[in-house]
């Protein structure tokens, strides 16, 4: 019962126009699919943030790489677009990227996006 009123609590983002299964299927950006949803994630970061780690990886698939950060913080890197991570994904790439940064207790604090790693 505890775990069905914790999830019922955590924030549900709304993905109308999402490619959710375009995204997933783009393991590391490296089809090409990914870098025709950057203008959605972007205009919609904002109802990205307060998800958490767990819902985050449910919908969007696990992430391309996953980073411990000080303070109990991590982030999700998706890449959006080919690159040398491509052939091996611990290939240091530049390639343009989302990042999830989640606060410790696992909620969707920070989203960037950059070329290479946060």
């Known amino acids: 019962m505890l775990i069905g009123l914790l999830?019922?609590?955590?924030?549900?983002?709304d993905l109308r126009g999402f490619d959710v299964d375009k995204f997933v299927q783009d393991e590391a950006?490296?089809?090409?699919?990914?870098s025709s949803q950057v203008a959605w994630l972007k205009a919609h970061k904002e109802n990205l943030?307060?998800?958490?780690?767990n819902d985050i990886e449910?919908?969007?698939?696990?992430?391309?790489?996953?980073?411990?950060?000080?303070r109990?913080?991590?982030y999700y890197i998706y890449f959006l677009e080919k690159?040398?991570?491509?052939?091996?994904?611990t290939n240091p790439s530049q390639a343009y990227c989302m990042a999830f940064r989640f606060s410790a207790i696992?909620?969707?604090?920070e989203i960037t996006f950059q070329?290479?790693?946060p």
């Open 49 to 53: 943030k307060g998800v958490s780690s």
């Open 72 to 74: 109990n913080q991590e």
């Open 106 to 109: 696992g909620l969707a604090t």
């Open 58 to 70: 449910d919908i969007l698939g696990k992430p391309d790489i996953q980073q411990l950060a000080d």
């Open 29 to 34: 950006g490296c089809q090409g699919s990914r």
């Open 83 to 89: 690159g040398p991570h491509c052939d091996k994904i």
């Open 115 to 117: 070329n290479g790693l």
């Open 7 to 13: 999830s019922s609590c955590t924030k549900q983002p």
